[in-house]
């Protein structure tokens, strides 16, 4: 199988622009986590989507939103960027039924605000 | 706020030595894994272990849990050169999340 796939790998940014991002998941999985690590902050849950819906959320600003379409692919965006989202954001997938799962990260976006 | 700490931060160590990291953790878990990143691309799953369970090897992996301590520990024997990496604990809550700790980062001498 394929694994997760994340575009764009890099990017370049502004602050005041919005950005999205996109993950795939590994086929067959449902479940869709995004995380965001900076050096200062380490690794942060963002969201996690389970059939196009959010299950649980972060502790980040509604700057930062997701949503899933009803193939499991993931779509995170960021609006009005500061330049402290200058981060890797990495995204997850899994089977999503519960209990005992492991997470299978894509490559990660990098993302630079200017 | 991150749900583990581990230690030490960083490691330094001669190829075919053993590795040892500990993770805390503050809350009740469902599981704990470990992760490894290489040079900040995507985490790459090592080993899950259960609330219920106290030890599990996987090649040259041994992870412990202690759940009455709420820590962990990490073990790779016979380290090679590919082993350098940042290694993080994550716990899952059961609440579709996994909390990282902040990693350490191992380097293996030739």
Redesign the interface.
Known sequence: KAG?TQTPRYLIKTRGQQVTLSCSPISGHR?V?W?QQTPGQ????LF?Y?SETQ??K?NFPGRFSGRQFSNSRSEMNVSTLELGDSA?Y?C?SSPGT???????????T?LLVL | SQQGEEDPQALSIQEGENATMNCSYKTSINNLQWYRQNSGRGLVHLILIRSNEREKHSGRLRVTLDTSKKSSSLLITASRAADTASYFCATDRGDYKLSFGAGTTVTVRA
Not at chain 1, 42 to 45: A, E, K, N, P, Y
Not at chain 1, 99 to 105: A, D
């Open positions: 997760v479940s986590s995380y380490g690794l942060q849950f996690e389970f299950r649980n972060g890797l990495l997850a519960g209990g005992k799962e492991t997470q299978y990260f894509g490559p990660g990098r």
